[in-house]
């Protein structure tokens, strides 16, 4: 068995979207992947998904935001898994609206979940990647993180994984550890109809319009965002830390 074959890896919010397509991308390289999101039942296709291709997978229910539930499903995928040395931080949920129809929840829950959440869960990893000497931490920004009407909370949480992501980079280097950070553009996925919704507009001519805009014609796909965490997270990466790589179909200026 490879070195890589050995690796465990984490991902959350891997129930759906590009976290499912990234648990499977990264079981098909030879992790043992946990499946994290907040509702464990919800993460049984993708660990069958995973298992039936010959891959091993532990579904885990956990709140990314909460502390001890944090500490206690990493040390759960420490036990039946091993201990996890790669951690996709990808667990996100949107509240979006316009500033002056903003709730303190709706920034506090976005804020919680993508800025905490990522927080917690490289704090709890990080033990394990350190006494290993080796780590993979990639965190999900978003092209929102250059600013997007009606998302002040959502673009300021990804704005803000760019800093966190360039600042493990610099504290644990050192360890064997790499931290970086992958940014979607307009992806297709359920926070993506949920926009549309937001906004008025059918799914389908809300990716048309969106494609119009792309310089490859196309809306992009979970698959095309895990091609670029598989490429983070694989042994060969390790002299490329603290960047941040924008997966849109084209430069966003």
Known sequence: MSTTEQRVAIVTGGARG?????AVRLAAE???????????????DVVEK??????????????????????AAVARVAEELGAPTVLVNNAG???????????????????NVHLRGAFL??????????????GRIVNLSSSSALGNRGQANYAAAKAGL????????????KFGITANAVAPGFIVTDMTAATAARVGMGFEDFQKAAASQI??????????????????????????????LYVAGGPLN
Request: glycine share 10%.
């Open 215 to 244: 310089p490859v014609q196309r809306v992009g796909r979970p698959e095309d965002i895990a091609n670029a965490i598989a490429f983070f997270t694989g042994e060969e990466a390790g002299f490329v830390s603290g960047q941040v």
């Open 30 to 44: 030879g992790r043992a992947v946990a499946v994290l999101d907040l509702d464990e039942s919800a993460c049984a």
């Open 50 to 71: 995973i298992t039936a291709a010959g891959g091993k997978a532990l579904a885990v229910g956990c709140d990314v935001s909460d502390t001890e539930q944090v500490e």
């Open 93 to 111: 949920v949107l509240r979006d609206n316009l500033l002056f129809k903003m709730s303190d929840s709706d920034w506090d829950t976005v804020m």
């Open 121 to 134: 869960m490289s704090r709890a990893c990080q033990k394990h990647m350190v006494d290993a000497g080796f």
């Open 18 to 22: 590009i976290g499912a397509a990234t």
């Open 162 to 173: 760019q800093g966190f992501t360039k600042t493990l980079a610099k504290e644990l280097g």
